[in-house]
C-alpha cells in the first residue's frame, strides 16, 4: 500500500504538465509591481514638473506687479489653476514666502511646511509681499496620495498621516520695479 502511494507521488512529481503555468504565477505579481512603481514614479515626476512650472509662472506674473493685491488664497489660486493633475490642490496647498535680508543673506533653516491633513489648524507660514528689488524666496507644498501606496516607490515616499506624499517647490526671484 505504502509503495504504491509512493510510486503514484513519484510519478505525479516527474510530470511536466502545468509548469509553464507555475512560472507565469510566480512572476506576474513580481511584473505587476514593476509596472506600477514605473507608473507611480512616472506620475510622481509629472506632479513634481507641473508644480515647478506652475509656481515659475505664478511667481513671473508677482514679481512683474500684474496682480494688485497678492495674498495666500490669490496665489493658491493662481498655482492651482495652472495644473490640472492634483486632486483638491486649493485645499492641500500650503504656500510660504519670506524676504530674504541681503545684509546677512539668512535663508529658512526650518522644513518646507505642508498642510497636516489630519488636523482642522493648520501650521502658519510666512507670507511677505516684496517691495521693488526685494529677493523673495518662495517655498511650496502640496500634498498628494499615492496611486500605489503599497508598491514600488509608494513605500518608500515619506507620508503624512492621511497617507499622502508632499511636493515641495523652492523658487526665488527679485522683485521687478514698476
Known amino acids: 500500500m505504502i509503495r504504491r502511494i509512493a510510486s ?6 516527474r510530470r511536466d504538465e502545468g509548469t509553464a503555468s507555475v512560472e507565469f504565477a510566480l512572476m506576474v505579481p513580481l ?5 506600477m512603481a514605473s507608473f507611480e514614479s512616472g506620475l510622481l515626476m509629472v506632479r513634481s514638473i507641473m508644480l515647478e512650472q506652475s509656481v515659475d509662472m505664478t511667481m513671473r506674473e508677482l514679481r512683474l506687479g500684474h496682480y494688485s493685491q497678492p495674498d495666500a488664497i490669490l496665489l493658491k489660486r493662481e ?3 495652472r495644473t490640472v493633475i492634483f486632486k483638491n490642490c486649493n485645499d492641500n496647498i500650503m504656500i510660504e514666502m519670506i524676504r530674504v535680508n541681503t545684509a546677512t543673506w539668512a535663508l529658512p533653516t526650518t522644513q518646507v511646511t505642508c498642510i497636516d491633513r489630519s488636523e482642522d489648524i493648520q501650521p502658519v507660514t510666512a507670507l511677505q509681499i516684496g517691495q521693488k528689488n526685494d529677493v523673495m524666496l518662495i ?3 502640496i500634498n498628494q496620495d499615492a496611486m500605489f501606496p503599497t508598491t ?3 513605500l518608500g515616499l515619506p507620508k503624512d498621516p492621511q497617507g499622502g506624499y508632499g511636493l515641495v517647490s523652492v523658487s526665488a526671484f527679485v522683485t521687478e520695479p514698476v
Not at 31 to 35: D, E, G, I, R, S
Request: some cysteine.
Open 8 to 13: 503514484r507521488l513519484a510519478a505525479a512529481f
Open 31 to 35: 511584473l505587476m509591481m514593476v509596472f
Open 79 to 81: 498655482i492651482c489653476s
Open 139 to 141: 517655498r511650496v507644498c
Open 152 to 154: 514600488g516607490i509608494g
